[in-house]
């Protein structure tokens, strides 16, 4: 008989130390490891539960899974986040443009957010504050406060509670986006234009993306750095077949600035670092590892060369991964809740090996993925992922 001997923090932060926990540690609720809020909604349907639906991320239309729900799949983490700065509401309004009706966000960059009314699965974004923008443009620009106090008011507590009234690992939520930021304010044409044509601008922005998360994280360790046992940060590097920009870019502009954020975390807090891409990303996985990361996540295993096996050989000795449960394009959304097992089983089992595993979904479970599958997937990754 199975029987557990840790408990959910001492099991993750075995594994993520490369040894062997009792099980294979479960997450659920991330930024980049949720469930979006139709998912969601037939989950808590089939399960039978009744529950008012949260949202805990609104531009990918996230909902916050309760704690009932984290119990039934028997999840090991338990996640926290900063807020926004002092006086900024961030209030979705609704307006009408080319005969239709739009959810809209405008985030503390000036970026606008968009959801169609009937469409609503996510927002994008629809409008670049720096799109017309020159180098001197972003001297004069209202860039937010990385280190304003109303980020973090309450956030101690809410770390404390976690760490000592609850069995589970606090992990963050998202944070450290130094370069999707940029194309967000820019547009992302103009931004992969910049990079080839006006690198000078592209560094002036960056280093204003920098400064905000390095304020931003000065603080946010002052608050939690003893505290929290997983930091998660994160910028997309890669698309569906390979690098989504010359990773010689990456290496002489981007990366030095990842790499002072990832240090600077590293000298101030004991909590393991997880990088976010998804993607083909193993070309940038040495310089990720260089960078000072100790997780990757998703494991986006239905993209080029992301052989879990070759994946696991190939880095598990230097990182853990922290994803990559099953195809999420293919399998998940489309199989039956027995090939979802097996699918799981298998991965699993290449992934678990000697620790440096914590078991999720490739990235956010989508809308129209059936409940069937998702109980099939966690309860398959609980069975078969025990140690012997």
């Not at 169609?116 to 799109?131: F, G, R």
């Amino acid at each position: 008989m199975k029987q557990e001997r840790m408990s959910s923090r001492e099991r993750v932060i075995k594994a993520l130390n490369h040894e062997e926990p009792d099980r294979v540690p479960l997450d659920l609720g991330g930024n980049q490891t949720g469930i979006h809020k139709f998912a969601y909604e037939e989950l808590i349907k089939h399960l039978g539960f009744s529950e008012e639906l949260q949202i805990m991320d609104a531009v990918q239309q996230l909902a916050q899974p309760s704690e009932a729900v984290l119990e039934r799949f028997r999840i090991d983490t338990r996640y926290i986040a900063a807020g926004a700065a002092s006086g900024f509401e961030g209030k979705i309004t609704t307006e009408e443009r080319e005969g239709h009706l739009w959810h809209d966000l405008v985030d503390e960059f000036g970026v606008r957010w968009s959801m169609p009314d009937d469409h609503p699965l996510y927002m994008d974004v629809s409008y670049s504050p720096l799109a017309e923008a020159s180098l001197s443009d972003i001297k004069d620009y209202p860039f937010p406060r990385g280190d304003d106090p109303g980020r973090f008011e309450g956030l101690r507590e809410r770390a404390l509670l976690l760490k000592e009234e609850t069995p589970y690992a606090v992990v963050s939520g998202i944070s450290g986006v130094i370069y999707e930021t940029c194309w967000y304010m820019r547009g992302l044409e103009a931004w992969f234009m910049d990079m080839m044509t006006a690198p000078e601008f592209c560094e002036a922005l960056l280093d204003q993306t920098s400064k905000f998360w390095m304020d931003w994280f000065r603080v946010f360790l002052d608050e939690v750095g003893d505290l929290v046992d997983v930091i998660m940060i994160g910028d997309d590097l890669a698309g569906q077949t390979g690098p989504l920009f010359n990773p010689e870019f990456y290496r002489t502009v981007v990366k030095p600035r990842h790499k002072k954020l990832v240090q600077y975390i590293r000298s101030r807090s004991r909590a393991k670092i997880w990088y976010h891409t998804c993607g083909a990303c193993v070309p940038y996985i040495p310089d990720l590892i260089d960078n000072g990361i100790d997780i990757l996540n998703p494991i986006q295993i239905s993209a080029a060369n992301m052989d879990p096996a070759m994946l696991k050989d190939t880095f598990g000795k230097a990182l853990s991964f922290w994803g990559g449960g099953i195809n999420a394009q293919h399998e998940l959304p489309l199989r039956s809740p027995e090939e979802v097992r097996e699918a799981v089983r298998r991965n699993v089992e290449i992934f678990k090996k000697g620790g440096g595993y914590v078991f999720n979904n490739v990235h956010n479970i989508q809308a129209g993925v059936p409940p069937e599958n998702i109980v099939a997937m966690y309860d398959a990754a609980y069975d078969f992922g025990f140690y012997s």
